[in-house]
């Protein structure tokens, strides 16, 4: 079972849309996920916006990859050093702790993915 950054078991971030970089609902990684989708990110427009800016449209469904195209709300793994971009830019979305993966403090601060989290109760 993989960890997640607070050190338990990993949650699942989403079945709807399902997400994750085996498309199982969790930002579980593996050697070929060169992105690393580990953070588990509660999407919001300014994101989605600001991700489009730099070069990943993730509202536009794309039907012939089965992806829906997200909105303001969703929650979905990002890549961590996308989220670390944001983060630097102002534009981070929240995190949900319990389904972050515990790779993603090798891009991310726990300290700056608590500043963002709704599910930390340190």
């Known amino acids: 079972m993989a960890l ?7 949650e699942p971030c989403s079945m709807n849309p399902r997400t994750g970089w085996f498309r199982d609902g969790c930002c579980n990684t593996g050697g070929n996920d060169h992105g690393v989708h580990t953070v588990c ?3 919001t427009d300014e ?8 070069g990943n449209d993730l509202a ?7 992806f829906p195209g997200l ?3 969703d929650q979905w793994c990002l890549c961590a ?3 670390a971009e944001a983060l630097e830019a102002g534009k981070a979305p929240k995190v949900v ?7 993603t403090l090798d891009w991310c601060d726990l300290d700056d993915l ?7 109760n340190s």
């Open 4 to 10: 997640n950054v607070l050190g338990g078991d990993l």
């Open 41 to 43: 990110a509660v999407v």
């Open 47 to 54: 994101f989605l916006t600001f991700s489009a800016e730099v």
């Open 60 to 66: 536009t469904p794309r039907p012939e990859f089965g």
């Open 71 to 73: 909105k303001d709300g």
């Open 81 to 83: 050093d996308r989220w």
């Open 97 to 103: 702790l319990a389904a972050t993966h515990a790779r």
């Open 114 to 120: 608590r500043r963002f989290a709704i599910d930390d």
